[in-house]
């Protein structure tokens, strides 16, 4: 890790906070939804999607300013600032439509800074190391939510799980937020903005079309593939106790966290199109395990949605570092897609649940997942036909 820059070591630190205020919530925010306030699966979808589609319009803006007018920095710490600041306050709500605001706003927090975050590393990174780099800040971000449901998990095991202690769960997420935040802010150092002239000169060049065009397959794999949220009330119907529910995300985030820099380095190695074929086979077999609904399958299906998002990440993001020309904007693309694909499917997933029972939207999900990795098997073989001839 000698290679890894000083202001990618500190935005891992900021991540790793970030992360570990967000685990403390994450598996436990569905089941306020559902368990405490008596909503819906559907509510919960609905929370869900709108929360993510809020985030995508902010993805696609904060990118395009990241490229054009070099405003990196200042969007990066307002979108940990957003964030930090509106996690406490799903405390204080009593109602599904409370949460969609907080939530929205702590989403569009995220699609804030993540483009400009991702270019700054982007920019950190030596040649021929973006693999390497961005999975170092994967498994900093991914050590941040491990350590975080470490936390919910103890606090859980020592206060119980009522309503009370899940509200003061919320509020305890400000204090790893604004740590977070501050090392941000006087830590890291800001990239060097373009010259005038070069900021008047934005336009998408073919290698910029091209690599977006290359993304869409993952958007439609994430559009089908279950969210964590879904994962957790999954849990919950099998029948595992919800004081181990944190328990589940430790394993999904220990697989991540052990395997993320090891990935980043095979990513320079063999190539993104393995490494995606690799991710897009683990979260089918995810969906599979799922689909048998049983509780020690849905443990492993934890671990290998664990090994799906660190691979098709750490991939995607190296992805766009080596290809793109216009990063900033092309990251924004690729997170706006990825909340817009998502916001999508978790809307439509809640609803088949809610009015057709989970086994059929299981059922949904699988099917949905496994024909985009057979799509994507088709166009890697036709692309090495391709090469041959």
């Known amino acids: 890790m000698k290679r890894i820059d000083k202001n990618v070591v500190m935005l891992g630190w900021v991540s790793y906070f970030t992360d570990m205020a967000t685990a403390m919530i994450q598996p436990i925010l569905p089941l306020f939804i559902v368990l405490i306030l008596h909503e819906g699966m559907d509510k919960l979808g609905f929370v869900i999607a709108v929360a993510t589609f809020v985030s995508y319009a902010m993805r696609l ?3 395009y300013l990241s490229d054009r007018y070099g405003i990196v920095k200042p969007l990066v710490v307002a979108g940990y600032g957003l964030s930090a600041t509106t996690k406490p306050l799903i405390g204080f709500t009593g109602n599904y439509q409370q949460i969609t605001v907080l939530q929205s706003l702590e989403r569009l927090g995220k699609g804030l800074r993540s483009a400009p975050k991702d270019l700054m590393i982007a920019e950190y990174s030596e040649k021929n190391a973006s693999g390497k780099t961005f999975g170092f800040h994967k498994m900093m971000d991914i050590a941040g939510e491990l350590s975080g449901t470490v936390i919910l998990f103890a606090l859980l095991a ?6 009370s202690v899940m509200r003061n769960i919320f509020y305890a ?4 937020g604004l740590i977070g935040l501050a090392i941000m802010i006087f830590w890291v150092r800001d990239i060097p903005k373009p010259s005038k002239h070069e900021s008047m000169k934005f336009s998408f060049s073919d290698q910029d079309k091209l690599t977006i065009r290359a993304l869409f397959v993952y958007f439609f794999f994430v559009f089908f593939m279950f969210s964590a949220a879904f994962f957790t009330v999954q ?3 099998v029948g595992i106790a919800i004081a181990l529910i944190p328990l589940l995300f430790i394993v999904s985030t220990g697989i991540q966290t052990l395997t993320s820099y090891i990935i980043g380095a095979w990513v320079d190695k063999i190539g993104v199109k393995r490494i ?3 991710a897009y086979l683990s979260g089918v077999i995810a969906q599979v395990l799922l689909y ?5 399958s849905t443990w492993f299906a ?8 660190v691979a098709s990440l750490n991939a995607n993001r190296a992805y766009i570092a080596d290809r793109a020309q216009n990063k900033g904007t092309v990251y924004g693309i690729f997170y706006a897609g990825v909340a817009l694909f998502g916001a999508l499917g978790a809307y439509v997933g809640g609803v088949i649940w809610e009015y057709f029972g989970m086994h059929t939207a299981l059922g949904y999900s699988l099917v949905g997942t496994l024909a985009v990795l057979v799509l994507f098997g088709a166009i ?3 692309g090495k036909e391709t090469d041959k001839g």
Do not use: D, H
């Open 235 to 237: 849990a919950k119907e």
């Open 158 to 163: 020592i206060f119980g799980q009522s309503e």
């Open 380 to 382: 890697v073989r036709n």
């Open 292 to 296: 048998l609904q049983n509780p020690l």
């Open 302 to 309: 934890f671990a290998f949605m664990g090994l799906f998002t």
């Open 276 to 278: 995606m074929l690799f």
């Open 61 to 63: 803006i904060s990118g």
């Open 173 to 176: 997420t400000l204090i790893p």
